[in-house]
């Protein structure tokens, strides 16, 4: 019940037009309470029992009031577009679990309210360029203080961000609980950053150490590949090669050693094991050791793929939106590959944070998955087309999540859509925006 009050007066906020404060409240839920609270605290045993849910209602109840209060609530863009698409399949999915799978509607609710938070755009989009620009300074600055706490509990092994699973490496602490919002605002501090002089130097160091620090080889190469192609668009590609090779050696080194670091690593062997398709059988006695990572994601996608494939209609629609703890999934599901759970010991059959096609085929099934990428790759292309302050970090930003998407399951939670949402308004106002934020 802690956070029902804040709920509440966000809800008012945004009413009365203190949208800064409203928006921000919003992320704050969004993401874990921006993974400074711990999780159990959002359960308010009544319904809500993750942060989430508390941006669910909050977006959902804004959604419509906005609707009732205002006449071009929803504007005919090709945002909007591309969010009736999506959601119209979505609601097919949810009346096809109800009616042909049989699965509780409780059940429905809880497995595809996320999938709704994409209504965000609708709520956010009211927001004023100079309400925008404000939260963006607040957003870094929070974003900073995480990076601040994550170094400092790398170095001392001491968990200070919320969800804090680790383990040793010899040097650092490994911690897995990087700051979501990270993911952008590290592109965001390197090519957008309002800060001047010194500042602007730190501000950039700070979340540029930060997102190594997991020691995570698949995150680390697909960052750097992606500042890379930032520095090709920002600088004009093949004339800052010739004009500055020693500067572009010198960027690519990074990339150089963690290429030699994962080939001396299981990973080679696993990719190599996965094209000669020694995955294709999966019996009993299929074992992995513990570092077989890519081989475990492959052969989880591979599982359920077949099992979805199996069937028609799984096919198009995904298997249903039946949660992992219902009657249903242990009356219809019995897959080998997953990691156990953690009351139960029972292998975890639907959702994975491990690789995000796991979860797309069972949710949305072939096709909707293919409709969401159509979703995804759209938005994408609105900020490679409008390639400028805001444009360049949100398409760079896009690109890592498609690229992490095989070792997270990021690119399946739509709250890591707010970003491209929230700052779609701002690609027409480049010369405001850079006028106001001073890049």
């Known amino acids: 019940m802690l956070f029902i009050p804040l709920l509440i007066l966000s809800i008012i906020l945004y009413i009365i037009g203190k949208r800064v404060s409203s928006v921000l409240i919003l992320f704050f839920f969004l993401f874990d309470g921006f993974q400074l609270i711990p999780e159990v605290l959002f359960d308010t045993h009544a319904g809500i029992s993750k942060s989430v849910d508390f941006a669910f209602v909050y977006i959902l ?53 996320t999938y709704f938070l994409v209504l965000s755009y609708f709520v956010i989009r009211r927001l004023e360029k100079e309400v925008l620009i404000k939260l963006l300074k607040i957003l870094f600055i929070v974003v ?10 790398a170095f001392t092994g001491i968990a200070l961000l919320a969800g804090g699973e680790n383990g040793w490496t010899g040097v650092i602490t490994r911690f897995y609980n990087i700051p979501f919002m990270l993911y952008f605002f590290v592109f965001y501090a390197i090519f957008c950053n309002p800060y001047e002089g010194w500042l602007k130097l730190v501000t950039t160091i700070i979340p540029l150490i930060t997102i190594f620090l997991p020691l995570h080889r698949s995150l680390m190469m697909a960052f ?32 150089l050693f963690i ?8 990973t080679i062997t696993d990719i190599s094991n996965v094209l000669n398709g020694e995955f294709l059988e999966i019996d009993d006695d299929f074992v992995m050791d513990e570092d077989s990572t890519f081989m475990f994601r492959i052969v989880h996608l591979f599982e359920r793929f077949m099992d979805v494939t199996g069937s028609k209609i799984e096919t198009v629609f995904g298997a249903g939106y039946m949660t992992e703890d219902s009657e249903y999934t242990s009356n219809h599901f019995d897959y080998q590959i997953g990691l156990p759970d953690d009351i139960t010991g029972n292998t975890i059959q639907l959702d994975t944070s491990d690789i995000s096609w796991s979860n797309f085929i069972i949710r949305y099934g072939i096709i909707g998955t293919l409709i969401f990428l159509y979703f995804f790759f759209s938005i994408t292309s609105i900020f490679h087309k409008n390639i400028s302050t805001i444009g360049l970090p949100i398409f760079l930003y896009m690109i890592l999540l498609f690229f992490d998407s095989f070792t997270s399951d990021l ?16 690609l027409p106002l480049n010369y405001e925006y850079k006028k106001n934020t001073n890049v």
Not at 145 to 150: D, E, I, S
Not at 259 to 266: D, P, Y
């Open 61 to 113: 109840v804004l959604f419509i009031y906005g609707f009732i209060r205002y006449d071009d609530f929803i504007p005919k863009n090709r945002i909007s577009k591309l969010i009736a698409i999506y959601l119209f399949f979505i609601i097919i999915c949810i009346g096809i679990s109800l009616f042909y799978y049989h699965i509780g509607f409780v059940d429905i609710l809880r497995t595809s309210r």
């Open 144 to 153: 900073l203080f995480q990076c601040c706490l994550f170094i400092i509990q």
């Open 224 to 255: 750097v590949v992606c500042i890379l192609i930032g520095i090709y668009i920002k600088i004009g590609g093949l004339k800052v090669i010739m004009k500055y090779p020693r500067v572009v050696l010198i960027s690519i080194i990074p990339l």
């Open 259 to 266: 290429v030699a670091k994962t080939g001396e690593s299981r």
């Open 411 to 426: 690119l399946y939670q739509n709250r890591m859509l707010i970003f491209p949402l929230l700052f779609y308004n701002l």
